[in-house]
């Protein structure tokens, strides 16, 4: 039987909608990077929790489309702060679906509430409710995908391409942690975006992506590439409280994943 999604037809038209950006952009080359990472990652887990070969493939079209309202982002902002003017994954599903795009990528219909709903929800602060059981899965996973290959930007870009652009990344060093950023932390909670003061905050926020991700795979993803340690210590703090504070986020961290695989 034939399938009714087809990856390697949807990227090559991905490829060719990028066309309509700069490519040299240092801001657009991440995004096309990271939203190959996260296709091989969604295959990685999708693959681990014994998706059939449809799923498998409809969890690489959630990917690869993830992150399509970040190029116009990048072109009309400069920059990957969501906002009430433009929040990527609203947007996304915009271009997707309201303006029918998403027909260039997957000519069947079947999947589209799936990959709307996934999308939609990639970069919420919590799922919405009422998903049925295809829609909450791969929710699911393009959710763990995308946070496990933020862990890996962090680690390997340049921290001005990382930042808001209102931010200067030769501060950080000399920054602090916001209380109630900590306090929430410590809890076993993600941060809420409105929370953030400071780039440490930033920082500590995708260091808590671990406390909402759904599979044990991601998990142990995240330990075995040791990305824990690695953010922590990408950052020389020269504040003695902040150093302290760290310490105590990189104990509860490994502790959390410890008890959870």
Not at 116 to 130: F, L
Not at 198 to 210: G, H, K, M
């Amino acid at each position: 039987m034939k399938s009714l999604i087809d990856y390697i037809n949807a990227q090559d038209k991905f490829n060719n909608y990028l066309k309509n950006y700069d490519l040299e952009d240092e801001k657009i080359k991440l995004k096309i990077k990271h939203t190959y990472k996260v296709v091989v990652l969604s295959e990685y887990i999708a693959k681990e929790i014994k998706l059939d070969d449809e799923n498998i493939n409809v969890a690489k079209i959630i990917a690869l489309l993830h992150d399509i309202g970040r190029f116009e982002q990048v072109k009309q902002t400069n920059d990957f702060l969501d906002s009430n003017i433009l929040e990527h994954a609203n947007y996304g599903v915009k271009v997707l679906f309201e303006d029918n795009l998403i027909r260039n990528f997957v000519d069947d219909k079947s999947y589209d509430n799936i990959i709307k709903k996934a999308i939609y929800n990639h970069n919420k602060y919590d799922i919405e409710k009422g998903l049925d059981k295809l829609e909450l899965l791969h929710s699911k996973i393009i959710r763990d995908a995308d946070k496990l290959d933020n862990f890996r930007v962090k680690q390997t870009e340049q921290l001005k391409n990382i930042f808001p652009s209102k931010y200067n990344p030769n501060t950080i060093e000399h920054e602090i942690i916001s209380p109630k950023v900590y306090e929430t932390f410590m809890r076993h909670e993600c941060i809420k975006l409105d929370d953030r003061k400071t780039q440490l905050d930033f920082w500590v926020c995708v260091i808590a992506f671990i406390f909402d991700l759904n599979f044990e795979i991601s998990l142990k993803y995240i330990k075995e590439k040791s990305y824990i340690d690695i953010l922590i210590d990408r950052i020389d703090y020269k504040n003695n409280e902040t150093k302290d504070k760290m310490e105590k986020i990189r104990k509860c961290a490994k502790e959390y994943i410890n008890s959870r695989i």
